[in-house]
């Protein structure tokens, strides 16, 4: 049950420059936005706040996953970033919230700002922001990062949403620009979130991963020569690129040898098909008596001549 995760040095240092280019930029947005009494450009800082909060989840997440498992923590440290990907979307959906209702108030009372002030802060945040979703798109699969990757990638398009708007405001003077450009990029947050939020709970109450079926698990498993059955079984993730499997499965009375090449044919298939490659197999025997579920311990007499209960991690 020891599970060991490799450390991933390259992806630390990518967060620790997200994380320095990103205060930087927080600092850049929220000074310049108060000065061009702009609310999308505040609305950016708010965002870009939670995107350093993000980075610095994630990279504590990155840290504890390279930890090794323990007695006490026999799987490790591997929902460490899932738990970080799960407290930054519901951050990030607190956050749309705010940015909607001050973009409605806005709107029945604009403000006048300053679109070349505007323009200028979003143009740099464009090329940071796309500058850190690219080195992070390497690692888009696992949800800690793909969190932080959406993060920047959602900033990317908001900024140049503010780029844009700012160009409009500069050639109609319609300050309701702005407001509308904030409830734009407040339903890009909430929308991103809502799915990262719905896959890390799935996780969290380890639910059955939502790239797999378990009906095509358990016709796999019944397909391997020689299994007679396959029930009690449970699918979930370890992290978000890690997933576990564990099953009872009735075959016939047969020595352990026997037994042992049906389990290596269910695991290749397993992993093979479904990158599944943690599993606790337990055989049951067909025609002895069960108890729970489980195949009864043979009684003394039996012992010595047949084996009725096998189970193989």
Known sequence: ?????????????????????????????????????????????????????????????????????????????????????????????????????????????????????????????????????????????????RTVFLHMLGDTLSTAAVIAGSAGILATGAFWLDPALSLVIAAMIAWSSSSIVRETLNILLEGTPRALSLAEIRAAVNAVPGVLDVHDLHVWSLGSASHALASHVTIAEMPVSGSATILDAINSALRDRFHITHTTIQFEIIGCETTHGCSAPPGPEAVGHHHHNDHTH
């Open 1 to 145: 049950m020891h599970m060991v995760t490799s450390p991933n040095r390259k992806m630390q240092r990518v967060l620790k420059i997200s994380m320095a280019l990103t205060a930087a930029y927080v600092v850049a947005t929220f000074y310049f936005g108060v000065r061009a009494h702009s609310l999308a450009l505040i609305s950016e800082a708010g965002h870009n706040v939670s995107d350093l909060l993000a980075i610095l989840l994630s990279f504590a997440a990155v840290y504890f996953q390279t930890r090794p498992a323990t007695d006490q923590k026999t799987f490790g440290y591997q929902r460490a970033g899932v738990l970080a990907a799960f407290v930054n979307a519901l951050t990030l959906i607190l956050l749309a919230a705010w940015i909607a209702l001050a973009a409605i108030h806005r709107l029945y009372a604009p403000v006048a700002v300053q679109p070349r002030i505007m323009m200028a802060v979003a143009a740099a945040g464009v090329m940071m922001n796309g500058a850190i979703a690219a080195m992070l798109w390497n690692s888009s699969g696992d949800v800690n990062i």
